[in-house]
């Protein structure tokens, strides 16, 4: 599965862990930061969501502090849905009833191995359909 990846100063170690971490099942498009250097979060988030709005088959990940910045950037973009997950739970109903297509997660606020829960969640976890399709449709304007 390709997934493209992402994330600020603050999520750039989370990153790296989840990147070691999924290696086996996923093909990883980083598009940055590649330090712990302080940068906009909006100069990453930007660029994987415009990749994702375009392909109906690509999946993201954002990481930053709190994962607010990143998923409010994302979310502008037509046909992208960042659900900002710190639980697995979350995760899971983020791909049930919103489709969500970027996972967006909080370096700050999670540890490693939480996150790993969330992301393994996330991508094992289809969306149902049903009634609600009819409220994913009504997202873009």
């Given at each position: 599965m390709k997934?493209?990846?992402?994330?600020?100063?603050?999520?750039?170690?989370?990153?790296?862990?989840?990147?070691?971490?999924?290696?086996d099942s996923m093909d990883?498009?980083?598009?940055?930061?590649?330090?712990?250097e302080s940068v906009d979060y909006p100069d990453f988030a930007h660029p994987l969501a415009e990749k994702v709005g375009k392909d109906t088959e690509l999946f993201g990940i954002l990481i930053c502090g709190t994962g607010?910045?990143?998923?409010?950037?994302?979310?502008?973009h037509a046909n992208v849905r960042a659900g900002l997950c710190w639980s697995a739970d979350i995760a899971a109903?983020?791909?049930?009833?919103?489709n969500a297509n970027v996972l967006v997660l909080p370096a700050r606020f999670i540890p490693a191995e939480t996150a790993f829960d969330i992301v393994d969640t996330f991508f094992h976890t289809g969306f149902e359909g049903g009634?609600?399709?009819?409220?994913?449709?009504k997202i873009n304007l």
């Open positions: 997934v493209v990846i992402a994330s600020d100063h603050a999520g750039y170690e989370l990153k790296e862990l989840v990147k070691k971490q999924f290696s990883f498009e980083d598009l940055g930061t590649h330090s712990t607010n910045g990143m998923s409010m950037t994302a979310n502008k109903l983020a791909r049930q009833h919103n009634r609600h399709m009819r409220r994913v449709e």
